[in-house]
């Protein structure tokens, strides 16, 4: 053993004094390992952090998130009474109900909005975190006016005071008091993100909460040796029967692990992103086989006289295998610190856009990755130059020359497979491009430039339907009234805005068969809706300053909405009338009278996703609702929200509706007033950022699959210098003799653009759920990267091939 390891370090010794007497192979080498190696160990420390690490919270593999599946569709929220049965469960340690909402929160210095969450009594049970100071809430707390603030709340608004306990803040227009801050890093529910209050859950005699809800969110803790199946039957058994004995709306019982619902939808991304880095990768270990078989040719004679001396085929194939994972080893400890780099960019970049980026770090797992890709590297990329080395020391290798032809032949199978792979890497980038293209190219049905989104909190979020009915109008009033305003309106579900009210209701058309009752979306707007977001009336008339209280009830639809109940046309002047469920003993209609049909308004993208498809939505003038609507304060009381339409310059605007909102909506908190043409653009965040760095990865795989052909060719032109100077002799022109350089390239670059596009398919099908609006083979993508492919490749055949068609005949034959 002690042998070996001298001779295994004899060879890095040896390895060494070859890097640095061939300077020029050993920096190309090494950056273009540093380079594939660097960005895959990135990506394997983001998939790690990300994906395969537990979630800093104990034991939280025994967390679950529950949620039902009602006619295929998941739905997160449960009915209490729901919870209260759940939580009798005997196989559960906690559950952990919960609600999340902006919120007013005013503190000596002032209002802001900060992230409500509303508990149940067991709530910090399911996370099993202890505060930092203080303590957590607990059953005892149910009724009681007390929070608990998270470490971002206490360091931005409490300025990390550490006798923060006993103060009293005021949520919304209750004052309660803090009982304890956690620790810094807590982030349970996964969505409470940002500054977060904790408060008791407080439930009216109705079974709704002070936000009008009567449902929550729920994870729940196993006990300690609990098998989930015996746990998911049992609650599963309890759903079943907490429900009304028919009712289908219940659905069924189902869950998955908390990890997961943190870190679901990134997934895809994330994983095609490895993917990507792995075929960078491969790319990079096909380079550096091609160096190393060129290098290799070089030093023929010196492996003929080291195996001459005594050495053997074994000691020679440990030689060069020590030396490519020495060349590897170097190149990782390169890419070590370009992946910290990295790692430490997206952390800073990102930490707060998506889940879990701000524990981006290079746990052991990774480093023993990249520890593992320098070998594999290193072995692989030595496998070529062995076998030649191999041959070359045979028994008639001094009698004999090797022919040249089998080499060009493996070195260009090689530059082959480096085409294939960049033509994969490029086709993924194009088809992300390509969906980045027709996402911005949408159909939003209403004009966003100009146009800029208010969103506002009540201070007191119980207000009465009148009140809030008043509030609207004196608002909407005075914002069409500001200078440089052009038109302002209300709508309850601003499209990229951070809410989606509305409602689902039951109605039927009137001539329909009784009994056929069909659902759409609800919404509110007012009569200046066109004016202010551009959406013109495709049929009838929109709403005017008459259709108010008191008169015949009327509403606009989209084009959804008549697509799906009327064929695609004669929606205008139909009759409509929401229906009820006379079981549950309450009558839920937003308006009771029948409704006509005015007109009807073009589809628009809502939700916060250009790729979100426009379902069915019939809209009301919001003065038509009657005050005492049960539905009103879940339409108007949550988020208001409107819309004003002005050429103002952003800062002007934001100071003159500010000034309006204290004059005229003194009892509304502001929670953001931005242009929607940003909204948008913040939509398209996660697309960008996946295109730019699968482009990325392109444009370095195409940079060194040009760099690899380059290396060939210049390569074999120098093998073949006396053959083409006798072919010149014998009267070939130079024209000939780019040709013979420019065929042989023509043949690398045509089977590695045909194993591309075989390739590009199934890696269109990975991808697949990232696109929109391209299919995962679309001929147009395949044939730019094939044209982008044929001139890069040619530029880099064009300077070997001038080489070879400059050899002087008389030169070259006595150079040899």
């Known amino acids: 053993m002690k042998s070996i390891m001298m001779s295994i370090l004899q060879d890095i010794r040896y390895a060494l004094r070859q890097l640095r007497n061939a300077p020029g192979f050993a920096v190309t080498a090494i950056l273009t390992l540093a380079l594939g190696i660097g960005a895959t160990t990135a990506m394997l420390a983001v998939v790690d952090s990300v994906l395969l690490r537990p979630v800093a919270l104990p034991h939280a593999e025994r967390l679950m998130d529950l949620s039902r599946r009602i006619d295929g569709q998941r739905a997160d929220n449960f009915d209490l009474p729901d919870v209260d049965a759940l939580a009798k469960a005997k196989t559960l340690e906690a559950v952990a109900a919960y609600g999340n909402f902006p919120s007013p929160v005013t503190t000596a210095d002032g209002m802001r909005i900060a992230q409500l969450t509303t508990t149940s009594p067991g709530f910090f049970a399911g996370p099993g975190v202890p505060a930092r100071l203080g303590r957590v809430l607990t059953s005892a707390d149910a009724h009681a006016p007390v929070t608990v603030v998270n470490d971002a709340f206490w360091r931005e608004t409490l300025h990390a005071d550490p006798h923060v306990l006993g103060t009293t803040v005021k949520v919304g227009t209750r004052a309660v008091t803090i009982v304890g801050v956690m620790p810094a890093g807590f982030s349970f529910p996964q969505y409470a993100q940002g500054e977060v209050l904790f408060t008791p859950r407080v439930v009216d005699a109705s079974g709704k909460d002070e936000h009008g809800f009567s449902s929550a969110d729920v994870t729940v803790r196993l006990k300690a040796g609990v098998a989930p199946e015996a746990a998911l039957a049992e609650l599963r058994a309890i759903f079943a029967n907490s429900g009304k004995p028919g009712d289908t709306s219940h659905g069924t019982l189902t869950w998955r692990p908390y990890k997961e619902s943190v870190t679901g939808d990134e997934r895809p991304a994330l994983l095609m992103l490895l993917g ?105 990329a030595a496998v070529a130059p062995a076998i030649g080395v191999l041959r070359s020391t045979g028994v008639r290798a001094a009698a004999q020359a090797r022919p040249v032809t089998r080499r060009s032949r493996l070195t260009g199978a090689l530059v082959a497979v480096e085409i294939a792979l960049t033509c994969v890497l490029l086709t993924t980038a194009g088809l992300l491009l390509r969906t980045f293209r027709a996402l911005e190219q949408q159909p939003l049905g209403f004009d966003p430039h100009h146009l800029v989104e208010i969103t506002l909190m009540p201070v007191n979020p119980k207000m009465e339907g009148a009140a809030l009915e008043q509030v609207y109008t004196r608002l909407l009033d005075r914002l069409n009234t500001l200078p440089g305003v052009e038109a302002a309106t209300t709508q309850t579900s601003l499209p990229f805005s951070n809410f989606t009210l509305e ?65 695609g046309r004669g929606a205008v002047g139909s009759v409509v009338e929401f229906t009820y469920d006379e079981k549950d003993g309450g009558d839920d209609r937003v308006i009771k009278a029948p409704i006509v049909i005015a007109g009807v308004l073009p589809d628009v993208v809502g939700g916060q996703s250009l790729a979100d498809r426009p379902s069915p939505l019939l809209l009301l003038d919001y003065k038509q609702i009657p005050p005492g609507s049960g539905s009103l304060h879940f339409l108007m009381g949550l988020a208001p929200q409107f819309a004003v339409r002005s050429s103002l310059p952003l800062a002007t605007l934001q100071t003159e509706i500010r000034a309006a909102l204290k004059q005229s909506a003194p009892e509304m908190a502001e929670m953001r007033i931005e242009p929607v ?140």
């Not at 610190?337 to 998506?354: H, I, V």
């Not at 083409?724 to 040709?739: C, Y």
Request: proline share 3%; with cysteine.
């Open 276 to 380: 990507a880095c792995g075929l960078l990768l491969a790319i990079a270990c096909v380079n550096s086989a091609n160096l190393q078989i060129a290098r290799g040719a070089a030093r023929t004679g010196e492996m003929q006289v080291r195996s001459a001396l005594g050495a053997g085929r074994a000691r020679l194939l440990q030689q060069i295998v020590t030396e490519s994972v020495t060349v590897s080893a170097i190149g990782a400890g390169l890419g070590l610190g370009l992946a910290l780099a990295l790692l430490r960019w997206a952390s800073s970049r990102y930490g707060e856009r998506f889940p879990r980026f701000d524990e981006l770090a290079l746990h052991p797992a990774a480093f023993a990755g990249c520890a593992l890709l320098a070998v594999a590297v290193g072995v692989l």
């Open 503 to 567: 409602m689902d209701g039951a109605f039927r058309v009137a001539g329909r068969p009784a009994g056929k009752t069909d659902h759409t979306a609800i919404g509110l707007i007012d009569a200046g809706y066109s004016r202010a977001t551009g959406a013109p009336v495709l049929e009838g008339r929109g709403f005017t300053p008459g259709d108010g209280a008191g008169t015949q009830p009327v509403c606009l639809v989209n084009q959804a909405f008549v697509r799906r109940f009327f064929g």
């Open 677 to 816: 043409d940003a909204s948008i653009a913040a939509s398209l965040a996660n697309q960008r950022l996946a295109l730019w760095l699968a482009a990325g990865f392109g444009v370095v795989a195409l940079l060194l699959a040009s760099v690899g052909l380059y290396g060939v060719l210049a390569y074999a032109v120098a093998q073949r210098t006396r053959e083409i100077g006798i072919r010149m002799a014998l009267g070939s022109s130079r024209a000939q003799a780019m040709r013979l350089v420019m065929t042989q390239a023509a043949g690398m670059v045509a089977l590695g653009l045909a194993l591309g596009c075989a390739g590009s398919w199934p890696a269109g099908r990975a991808v697949r759920a990232l696109l929109f609006g391209v299919h995962a083979l679309d001929p147009v993508t395949l044939a730019l990267v094939a044209v982008a492919l044929l001139a890069v490749c040619a530029v880099a055949a064009a300077v070997p091939a001038r080489r070879a068609a400059s050899i002087d005949p008389m030169q070259a034959l006595r150079a040899e």
